[in-house]
């Protein structure tokens, strides 16, 4: 799919909503108490600073013409009390506030990670792995400010602007009058930028996404570009998309720039206005003090004003990246517990496919009409042709997909019946692409189980064979592995595999392809290891070394979307069929060798 593309702009399947802003409050609802503190602090600071001009106006019309030092120094010192509790409070506003502001963010990383968990392999099949790590740290991080000060200061702002109101129409109406006359023009100038600014933001959203997943496939392939000498042209190619993302970010700062000096402009204008009415008396009769005392008060009310405006901006901005944040948490996982879904019990491993039909897409059946019965610890090997059908029939099996027609059964359980997590829980899996996390190889096998003893984990890697090179290791099971274990052969991060679901003790156990990566004479001393962990359990075995799966209870022989033959690998060589031909070619080809 395009989007698949770190070089193509994802377009959004939702847009945004003003209901979005109220799933944001939703974050914010659990820190009400906090909160309250908060504003009410904004509050009493807010009360504070409202004194400072009637201190100014009461002594310059009253207390210095009448020379009155006494109660000079008592408004001086209710100045200073006035700055010491608004300082006070703003020390106690911007600690709590970052710490509610944190934690909503926390809390949405949260969400928006546990629910990635559980989106089909399908959502992440088609999205470059950089554009969705964005969402999880990047767009989210830029909400930042707009938690811990935005909304608690939109509040206090709000607040300002109406006490503000009231003292300027209490000193007088007509200045007052004055002062609002520019608000229309702010409003329209709102009106123009707000629609620009978000579409901007909407494309270096876009832009910064895809510089995001170029660099993250840059580095998970960097052993291909070096063998391919291709550094170069990944340069270029990543000039490009820096250059892309430079762009989209300027014009989205030009424009959203555009609303600050058009306010800060409109607030100058309206203080040179009230300075002309008052200075000149045009309709008003007003002391030099009481004039002073309001250019106050309309500081006092542009200031927050511009506040609202910068918050105003601030959120269109945040808008194009909470889009994406919801877009992602509103992606509905194909697979997911229907209503009423029970817990399935302790498994003995009985499976039964009744008449299974799969397509992938509508009109192209990946298995048609499959079925077949397999009893508790029975080890069934799928061989046949790639794409046959093998590798779904144990997806269909693990539930990553549901079936179209038919039913898939465990001990007589639908597996639509049963929690993901109960199914998948009593269920081991094996790629052949083997899985290794940052961190020491004893913390990896612990993966299976994470309560294992030190002595359990040690007795499932000799069991596999495992044992042995971790032991020569420098620090042992204490060794260190890098990010997906690059620093291990393939084939000792499967016999770490191996440990790792031998330790989880699974009902049934899946292997696809999971001893491919294991060279011939490790694969000798494994044998006895597989007998062990495949003892007492079902198992499913997808193996082309034919050599690996002789000894299974039956193979099914994958042809065309349905078992072309099934038995024992005697039976089928005495056949003389599709799985006789495979096995006399791959056996003619190693003696070849």
């Known amino acids: 799919m395009a989007r698949n593309k770190f070089d193509v702009d994802e377009e959004l399947e939702q847009e945004f909503s003003w209901t979005d802003l109220k799933r944001l409050a939703q974050y914010i609802k659990p820190y009400k108490a906090p909160i309250i503190k908060v504003l009410a602090t904004i509050i009493l600071a807010n009360t504070a600073g409202m004194l400072a001009p009637i201190f100014t106006q009461r002594a310059i019309d009253s207390t210095i013409p009448q020379e009155n030092m006494q109660e000079l120094l008592v408004i001086g010192g209710a100045f200073i009390a006035t700055l010491v509790i608004i300082a006070i409070c703003m020390r106690y506003r911007i600690y709590h506030i ?83 006359i520019l608000l229309p023009v702010l409003f329209v100038i709102v009106m123009v930028i707000k629609e620009k600014q978000r579409v901007a933001y909407q494309v270096l959203s ?148 009744e008449h299974v039909t799969f397509r992938y897409e509508e009109g192209k059946d990946i298995l048609k009409d499959v079925s077949f019965h397999i009893d508790a610890g029975q080890s069934i090997a799928l061989v046949g042709p790639t794409g046959a059908g093998k590798t779904t029939v144990i997806n269909l099996l693990s539930r990553f997909y549901d079936i179209n027609e038919g039913s898939v059964k465990i001990d007589g359980y639908d597996v639509r019946d049963v929690t993901l997590n109960s199914l998948r829980r009593q269920m081991g899996v094996m790629l052949q692409d083997t899985f290794i996390f940052s961190g020491t190889i004893m913390e990896n096998i612990r993966y299976g189980k994470l309560d294992a003893t030190e002595e359990e984990i040690i007795a499932a890697a000799k069991i596999v064979r495992a044992h042995d090179f971790i032991s020569e290791l420098k620090d042992g099971y204490n060794t260190v592995v890098e990010e997906r274990g690059s620093t291990l052969s393939a084939g000792q991060r499967q016999l770490i595999s191996f440990a790792r679901a031998l330790l989880a003790d699974p009902k049934i156990l899946i292997l696809d392809e999971a001893t491919s990566s294991i060279d011939t004479k490790t694969e000798e001393l494994l044998q006895e290891g597989l007998l062990k962990l495949l003892e007492g359990r079902t198992s499913f075995i997808i193996a082309h070394r034919l050599s690996t799966i002789k000894n299974s209870d039956k193979i099914f022989y994958v042809s065309g979307g349905t078992i072309a033959e099934a038995g024992s690998h005697d039976e089928l060589m005495a056949k003389g069929g599709l799985y006789h031909h495979l096995y006399q070619s791959q056996y003619d080809l190693l003696q070849a060798i």
């Open 206 to 353: 876009n832009k910064q996404s895809n510089m995001n997943a170029y660099i993250h496939e840059s580095i998970a392939g960097i052993k291909i570009t070096q063998s391919f000498a291709r550094e170069e042209e990944n340069l270029r190619v990543f000039q490009e998309v820096s250059e892309d993302y430079r762009t989209s970010w300027m014009h989205a700062v030009k424009i959203q720039f555009l609303l600050w000096p058009g306010v800060q402009n409109i607030s100058v204008i309206t203080m040179c206005i009230i300075y002309f009415v008052g200075v000149r008396q045009i309709g008003v009769d007003v002391s030099t003090g009481t004039l002073i005392a309001f250019i106050a008060y309309i500081n006092n009310f542009w200031n927050p004003v511009i506040n609202i405006g910068n918050f105003y901006n601030n959120l269109i901005t945040a808008t194009a990246y909470l889009e994406r944040i919801f877009e992602t948490l509103d992606e509905v996982p194909d697979i997911q517990d229907k209503a009423g879904a029970i817990e399935l019990p302790e498994i003995h491993g009985n499976v039964d496919f």
């Open 98 to 180: 970052t710490e509610i502001g944190q934690d909503v963010l926390k809390d949405m990383r949260y969400d928006i990670f546990e629910h990635l968990q559980r989106l089909p392999f399908s959502y992440f099949d088609n999205r470059p792995h950089g554009k969705i790590l964005i969402r999880v740290v990047n767009y989210i991080n830029t909400l930042s400010d707009l938690l811990s000060n935005g909304l608690i200061n939109l509040i206090s702002d709000i607040f300002n602007v109406i006490i503000t109101l009231v003292f300027m129409f209490s000193i007088d109406v007509k200045l007052t009058l004055y002062s609002l």
